[in-house]
């Protein structure tokens, strides 16, 4: 059914003019061929804009952000496996290792703040290369730990170091691709995301039982080592900033085809979203691309200020409701795993299950097949979406487009919680809690890459403060869970712990409904508040 674009509800005014809302764009002209789409955001003539880079650049750059990210997931789930050793060898408590566990969390939640603002004002490329060589050190001291104190700031280094790994990344992909990729490359984010998670665990249960719980450390310190090698020498800055003879490079005008088969300049409409047709992408020849020197830069100053920085995440998500949609999935998501991945490894390594750490890494292939029937949902199947919602609705792209494949997570995400809870609660067999698992793993892929993308999509200038905002309130959530997980089973029981969380998860789970009947004007509501926000970014896009 053909949805009609209404002018009176997708523009909004500011003055005497009159602005498409923020994530409104003119995805695909209906009157033109399929390989005609309209890109967004509009590439400049520069050569070195990351927008222009070819296929080649862009897949190295992401590879090894894929890499690192990778790595970083590893190392932040791969400890619940040696538990048993640890408690054995070193004396440590479940709740000590919990406790260890939640400072993980702490760490991430408050790297954010300190290292984002960094990654505005001097590049990407630095905060990668620092984020690896932190992680290297704290996988290190993991590897030699002999007290709980050291036990306990190693994780909190370690929290630290893989603080920007769940920014960043987004912040990356905002500079190389256009928006009908976003949710593709989120998507293989969350893929690389959930290999390290779940797959991480599985090694290091085989490490853990044939070279003890150290060595799943020190194989930690190898791959990060590489990676970071990796970093300093391949990786190249994705901040682009723009500067030809003192003067901001201007960005390409699209041009159309006339019935006549002449070429005319694109709509000059104050309404109009700024488009370029990918088939008609020109740079400026007499702009030199950058040496290999110069593309390994260790920082990229701009003159902005760090300040802003500090603040606004916490403002976006108060002000929009697409930060408060994602925060609230993405940190309510993330905080199941941690407490499926805590209850798992202290109570199955106890009977009717009596799993050795083989056994409790092993559990985890179940939520990485799940991850993998998820991740196209969630990626590849979303943008194919948005591009056959645009074209019903005229080429007009709304963000909420994408909210249409969020609506199974409300079955599948509680459905998940109650079979592995339950199945744990009552010891039945632990092939139920493995489909259970997979379930969620299922849940997890698809629910993080279209939130993540529906935030990117509506608040492109300002993703990296809102992404903090985001990532600040996910690990909030799971270090406030994880330091009262024993008494709160102790006080509840397993069975009502998940039966409460699977009717937390359905109530956030169901938030796309609400968005998909006023989202759009929620952000003509706050598309001032957004534009003088974005002012405040270093950017030649358009705002």
Not at 219 to 224: D, E, K, L, P, Y
Not at 243 to 255: D, K
Not at 489 to 498: A, D, I, P
Request: charged residues 10%.
């Amino acid at each position: 059914m053909e949805v009609p674009v209404q002018p009176d509800v997708v523009t909004y005014h500011d003055g005497d003019e009159s602005f498409w809302a923020p994530g409104t764009i003119a995805l695909e002209d209906i009157h033109r061929t399929r390989d005609q789409l309209v890109l967004f955001p509009t590439p400049s003539s520069d050569p070195n804009d990351p927008l222009n880079w070819s296929t080649a650049r862009k897949i190295l750059n992401f590879t090894l952000v894929s890499f690192f990210v990778l790595w970083t997931f590893v190392q932040l789930d791969v400890g619940f496996t040696a538990w048993g050793p640890m408690e054995t060898q070193l004396g440590f408590s479940v709740d000590i290792l919990n406790a260890g566990a939640a400072v993980n969390y702490g760490g991430l939640a408050i790297g954010c703040f300190f290292f984002i603002p960094l990654v505005h004002k001097y590049g990407r490329r630095p905060i990668y290369i620092f984020s690896s060589a932190l992680q290297l050190a704290s996988c290190i001291w993991q590897a030699k730990v002999q007290s709980v104190g050291g036990f306990i700031t190693s994780n909190i280094i370690s929290g630290l170091g893989g603080a920007i790994s769940e920014i960043v990344v987004q912040i990356t992909i905002a500079d190389m691709f256009f928006v009908h990729q976003h949710a593709t490359m989120n998507g293989w984010y969350v893929f690389f995301q959930s290999a390290g998670a779940f797959l991480g665990p599985v090694a290091s249960g085989y490490i853990v039982d044939s070279q003890g719980w150290r060595w799943m450390w020190w194989w930690c310190v190898i791959f990060f080592a590489i990676t970071l090698l990796c970093v300093i020498f391949l990786f190249e800055e994705s901040k682009y900033v723009p500067i030809l003879t003192g003067e901001s490079v201007q960005p390409t005008q699209a041009m159309e085809e006339t019935e006549d088969g002449k070429s005319k300049s694109a709509s000059n409409d104050k309404n109009a979203t700024p488009e370029v047709v990918a088939s008609r992408i020109a740079t400026n020849a007499e702009i030199q691309p950058k040496t290999y020197w110069q593309r390994m830069a260790w920082i990229t100053p701009t003159s902005e200020s760090l300040w802003p920085h500090f603040y606004t995440p916490i403002v976006t998500l108060f002000t929009f409701p697409a930060v408060t949609y994602a925060a609230l999935t993405y940190g309510s998501t993330l905080a199941w795993f941690a407490i499926m991945t805590s209850l798992q490894a202290s109570y199955m390594l106890e009977p009717p299950y009596n799993f050795s750490a083989i056994g409790i890494g092993l559990m985890n292939i179940a939520p990485f097949v799940g991850a993998l029937l998820g991740f196209p949902c969630g990626g590849w199947l979303s943008d194919k979406s948005i591009l056959w919602l645009s074209k019903k609705n005229r080429g007009i792209y709304e963000p909420e487009m994408r909210l249409w494949l969020a609506l199974p997570a409300a079955v599948l995400g509680p459905a998940s919680i109650l079979m592995f809870g339950l199945g744990l609660a009552y010891g039945v067999h632990w092939s139920l809690l493995a489909v259970g698992f997979g379930v969620y793993g299922f849940t997890l892929a698809s629910i993080s890459g279209i939130s993540l993308s529906y935030l990117m999509d509506c608040y492109q200038d300002v993703i990296g403060d809102a992404l903090v905002g985001v990532i600040f309130m996910r690990n909030v959530i799971s270090l406030v869970v994880l330091f009262v997980l024993t008494p709160w089973v102790n006080g509840m029981g397993m069975q009502n712990l998940h039966i409460l969380c699977a009717v937390v998860a359905f109530a956030v789970y169901m938030i796309p409904v609400p968005l998909l009947i006023w989202g759009k004007k929620a952000r003509i509501n706050t598309a001032a508040a957004y534009k003088k926000m974005a002012v405040t970014q270093v950017s030649h896009r358009t705002i």
